[in-house]
């Protein structure tokens, strides 16, 4: 028997006065069909907004502006279906209708009724529910697109290294040959250079094939810029140089930018081609600190955003080893999409009870618990190692055939399923394993009420390389976490590091995460910034110091935080910041799943 609404919601000490307007918490009760029905039903006129507002009105024209990269790759975009406005819409359905075969019968059956609620199409409910990893994997390829015309980072040295007496790359050896030496360049998770001196000169290689514009080339130490020098060594080839003092013990980001020679018309207005900010982290003489063990300074640079993080806390990391997951999500709110957030509670005909943080219209969310305690919160994270990607390469010897067409099971319908039908971490991740393909990357902690804390990495595996698009880990690995009792995820990732193989394709540069996508970066910061005030209160951790970390104004994307959610999985707990933006303004309201 349901328990009625009012004994499943309780308010936090640090909620909010008054629940947002823009906030709905529904209890869904029965068959996929009928609790669809519900859904659509009570959020109707939300659910017709958010298609509207999010989709039709800022979705859809931010996809467009993408257009023309795509289609001067793939020729099937330059015909008359996806004009006139139609571009985005008619490849989302696509991908829709693929994604679709992946889907259950109860799940199809309660995308109809959240169609037949609200009087919506079947087929808009359908995009609705698929556009999150369609819209990720075009929007990464398009970024990647756009970087292969910009310059590339090639080579860098900071000068005199090799003959200062220290280990500066933390290899055990000192003054080794190439020792100052990054080349070809690759982006890390850790320190690049340790233990350098206070002053030093430091140069980058550049390389475009239509000439990278000295004007355009930045370098700058924590915010503060250099004073930068260029020299042409080849038409496609700039070297910049710049002398650096800073003060010893610290740890600090170099940071270099570029743009090209080449003006581009479209999109609108005139611009060249813009490398993403490429950061080095490295220590002065002093901070005797290993690169695995330096923290990330923040960036306060005005442009840069946090990305999504996660949070899994257990056993010692908390008082009374009280498991807890905790979960930031950002993406493109547009001004739109906190406006509909909605906890959906289901207690199903079969299955356990369960719910999930989203959106209406949205059958899913990004985090959610079930009644036996199991638990999860799920980070994007770009790859190219992806189902569209993989569309596009089994027709790489006639890409005028080519889509980008998404594959496999929705990430939301994957983990929600988990929640219904799983108990524990372990079971969680035999589900993923027994899954079908991941249309997309995204990086996702698990855990229990047992305490059991696992991360997993997750991407398409489109070389079938053997580990079936599954890369998983525990604090143990050490890879996110300081302690035994604590994972600290950021939209990258920590095991799958080389995701893809590097290759060309149609002149298009296809490379691991860590060298194209801007998340790359901002997480390296915020999930340092994070792990550290962790530490900090190491076995002092409950859900009122973790709810006041993921409100911490250097850690929330202020334009499009979307969801801020604590999970007590032993007390089967919900709270959730959603309603406003940013999320955490709202406060956090709990709502406890029933029992099963």
Known sequence: MLRPLALLLTLAACSAPSPPPTRETLVLTGTARERGLQHGQQLASKIRSFYTTLLTSSLFPYLGREQPDIATL???YQKDRYQNGQFAYQMLLDSAHSLERSLSRDVIDE???????????????????????????????????????????????????????????????????????LAPFSASRDATFIEVPTHFTVKVQLRDADGVDPAL?????????LTVTTAALADDLLEATAEVNVAPASSLLLVVSAGDRKILSAPA???????????????TRGANLAPGAVSWPTLTDGRTRPPSFAIALAGPATKGRAPLLAHSFALLDA???????????????????FAVVGWAGVAWGLSGLNARGLGYACNPSDTLDNSVVGAVLENVLDLSQAKLTARGRPLG??????????????????????????????????????????????DSDIFKEGEGGIYEYGPADRLSSRGDGDLVLGSDYAKNQNDIK?????????????????????S??????????????????????????????IVVDQSDSMNAVVLDLKRRTVWSAIGTEPAPDAGFEAVVVPAP
């Not at 207005?269 to 220590?283: N, W």
């Not at 372990?426 to 305490?451: E, I, T, V």
């Not at 209160?537 to 009122?544: F, H, K, P, S, T």
Request: aromatic share 6%.
């Open 502 to 522: 590097r290759l060309m394709v149609a002149g298009q540069r296809v490379v691991p995460q860590r060298e194209w996508a801007g998340s790359f970066f901002r």
């Open 413 to 458: 319908f994957a983990m929600r399923q988990l929640l219904q039908d799983e108990s524990d971490t372990a079971s969680a991740l035999d589900g993923l394993r027994n899954g079908r393909q991941n249309p997309y990357g995204w990086s996702c902690a698990l855990a229990d009420a047992a305490g059991d804390l696992r991360a997993v990495e997750l």
């Open 74 to 76: 793939l020729t099937e």
């Open 217 to 225: 080339v930045r370098m700058q130490i924590s915010g503060v810029p």
């Open 269 to 283: 207005p005139d611009h060249a081609s813009f490398m993403r900010d490429t950061e080095v982290l490295f220590t």
């Open 111 to 181: 995308l109809q009724g959240i169609a037949e609620g609200s009087g919506l199409t079947y087929d808009e409910v359908l995009v609705l529910n698929t556009f999150v990893d369609s819209t990720l994997a075009v929007r990464g390829i398009a970024l990647a697109i756009r970087l292969s015309r910009a310059p590339v980072l090639e080579r860098l040295e900071l000068v005199g290294l090799e003959g200062d007496g220290v280990d500066n790359d933390g290899d055990g050896l000192v003054d080794e040959p190439g020792e100052a030496v």
């Open 524 to 553: 390296r910061r915020v999930t340092s910034y994070v792990a550290d005030h962790v530490q900090q209160q190491y076995g002092q951790l409950d859900v009122e110091t973790v709810e006041q970390l993921i409100s911490d104004p």
């Open 335 to 353: 001004n739109t999409a906190h406006k509909h957030t909605a906890v959906f509670v289901h207690v199903p005909d079969k299955g356990s009870p």
